[in-house]
């Protein structure tokens, strides 16, 4: 079982960089998530997808894009790094039609420098 | 809007010793509590939940009740192990397509 499937793993930027983090999910799940995570900042949401079609913007959505490119997956684009960049990603999904069932499931996580 | 606040850690306690994490919350309406653990170099993963008041969640040991007179959902354990090492989150949600997360509480168990 899969689950949440995140790449790269690591990566190092220069900044002014571009790339792409990719991720896909197997559960069918309609609703996917991209999150940043910062030492004593918990997690920030960046992007969201609710349902295939849709995405709409987090908390911290400055210098992100994103593409839900189809049921199964969601890609967030740095256009251009900056070193306030770096950070650990993690995308999420979940089956979010009903309440008690909005349990979000993680990737491992994309460990992200900009230097 | 909605909110959840942890107690900030790290908590460090020895092994076998009793643990609670405390989190409080504000929402509208009747939302879902949730804890996460993310133990170290891995993604969030789901703990425990509680859908209505005075629902006890439970996993692994860990319990949590559900108390909507204070909006509480604090974490417990009676006995911690050195494996128990993880950052802890507890979240809430109302219904939207979007959970709000507390900022994690580092907990270290030593031997």
């Known amino acids: 079982n899969a689950g949440v499937t995140q790449t790269p793993k690591f990566q190092v930027l220069k900044t002014g960089q571009s790339m792409t983090l990719q991720c896909a999910q197997d559960?069918?799940?309609?609703?996917m998530y991209w999150y940043r995570q910062d030492p004593g900042m918990g997690l920030r949401l960046i992007y969201y997808?609710?349902?295939?079609?849709?995405?709409d913007k987090g908390e911290v959505p400055n210098g992100y894009n994103v593409s839900r490119l189809n049921k199964r997956e969601f890609s967030l684009r740095l256009e251009s790094a900056a070193p306030s960049q770096t950070s650990v990603y993690f995308c999420?999904?979940?089956?979010?039609?009903?309440?008690?069932?909005?349990?979000?499931?993680f990737g491992a996580g994309t460990r992200l420098s900009v230097l | 809007g909605d909110s959840v606040t942890q107690m900030e850690g790290p908590v460090t306690l020895s092994e076998e010793a009793f643990l609670t994490i405390n989190c409080t919350y504000t929402?509208?309406?009747?939302?879902?509590l949730f804890w996460y653990v993310q133990y170290p170099g891995e993604g969030l993963q789901l703990l425990l939940k509680?859908?209505?008041?005075?629902d006890k969640g439970s996993n692994k040991g860990f319990e949590a009740t559900y108390r909507k007179e204070t909006t509480s959902f604090h974490l417990e354990k009676g006995s911690v192990q050195v494996s128990d090492s993880a950052v802890y989150f507890c979240?809430?949600?109302?219904?939207?397509?979007?959970?709000?997360f507390g900022r994690g509480t580092s907990l270290i168990v030593h031997p």
């Open positions: 929402a509208t309406g009747y939302p879902s």
């Open positions: 997808s609710a349902s295939e079609g849709t995405t």
């Open positions: 559960m069918n799940h309609n609703s």
């Open positions: 509680a859908t209505k008041a005075d």
């Open positions: 999420a999904s979940s089956d979010s039609f009903r309440v008690a069932k909005n349990i979000q499931y």
């Open positions: 979240a809430l949600s109302g219904g939207s397509y979007i959970p709000t």
